[in-house]
T-cell receptor, first 115, second 114 residues
Framework: KAGVTQTPRYLIKTRGQQVTLSCSPI?????VSWYQQTPGQGLQFLFE???????NKGNFPGRFSGRQFSNSRSEMNVSTLELGDSALYLC??????????????FGPGTRLTVL | AQSVTQLGSHVSVSEGALVLLRCNYS??????LFWYVQYPNQGLQLLLK??????LVKGINGFEAEFKKSETSFHLTKPSAHMSDAAEYFC????????????FGAGTRLFVKA
């Protein structure tokens, strides 16, 4: 089975722009989570989707949004980019059998640089 | 609220020596605990997880961790370090009954000296 794929792998944007990142989960996985990783804040939970519904959300401003499609693929969008949004954005998928105890499989991430 | 604290942002060991990475958690409910490893320019890979079954959990690559409720700890160990173990390690707790909300520790970077 193919792993979690994220596109693009690298992205450079300027302040004020918006960006959309894409995540394709492992085939059959229905839960997709997004995380932001920065040297200063570490790994922070953004949101989690299951069956096109956002079930959990982290403490991020409304500029960060996401969605999940019927095929479980997910996108996250960041509007009005700020320098502090520069980070590695990781997507993870799981089967969603037992929720919190399921193994999450992570993609390689999208490295976003905001200039 | 659940939280995870990893003691030591950097740990250095010699090849063949014991690896001990420390993790303490705070949780108001029985926790589900995880250790992940991240190699440079890659995503995270699950090493092992505790889901309230056996308190000693064995994972991949010779790693294991012991859940100690009295000490609220979930330390990661490996008897003999290998150069390929050099990476960043994250302890995490999963919370909530309606889906995922995984809280990660700050991470510990492991250096292995030849």
């Amino acid at each position: 089975k193919a792993g979690v794929t994220q596109t693009p792998r690298y992205l450079i944007k300027t302040r004020g722009q918006q960006v959309t990142l894409s995540c394709s989960p492992i085939s059959g996985h229905r839960s997709v989570s997004w995380y932001q990783q920065t040297p200063g804040q570490g790994l922070q939970f953004l949101f989690e989707y299951f069956s096109e519904t956002q079930r959990n959300k982290g403490n991020f401003p409304g500029r960060f949004s996401g969605r999940q499609f019927s095929n479980s693929r997910s996108e996250m969008n960041v509007s009005t980019l700020e320098l502090g949004d520069s980070a590695l954005y990781l997507c993870a998928s799981s089967l969603e059998v037992a929720a919190s105890t399921d193994t999450q499989y992570f993609g390689p991430g999208t490295r976003l640089t905001v200039l | 609220a659940q939280s995870v604290t990893q003691l030591g942002s950097h740990v250095s060991v010699s090849e063949g020596a014991l690896v001990l990475l420390r993790c303490n958690y705070s949780s108001s409910v029985p926790p589900y605990l995880f250790w992940y490893v991240q190699y440079p320019n890659q995503g995270l890979q699950l090493l092992l997880k505790y889901t309230s079954a056996a308190t000693l959990v064995k994972g991949i690559n010779g790693f294991e961790a012991e859940f100690k409720k009295s000490e609220t700890s979930f330390h990661l160990t490996k008897p003999s370090a290998h150069m390929s173990d050099a990476a960043e390690y994250f302890c995490a707790v999963s919370v909530g009954t309606g889906g995922f909300k995984t809280i990660f520790g700050a991470g510990t970077r492991l250096f292995v000296k030849a």
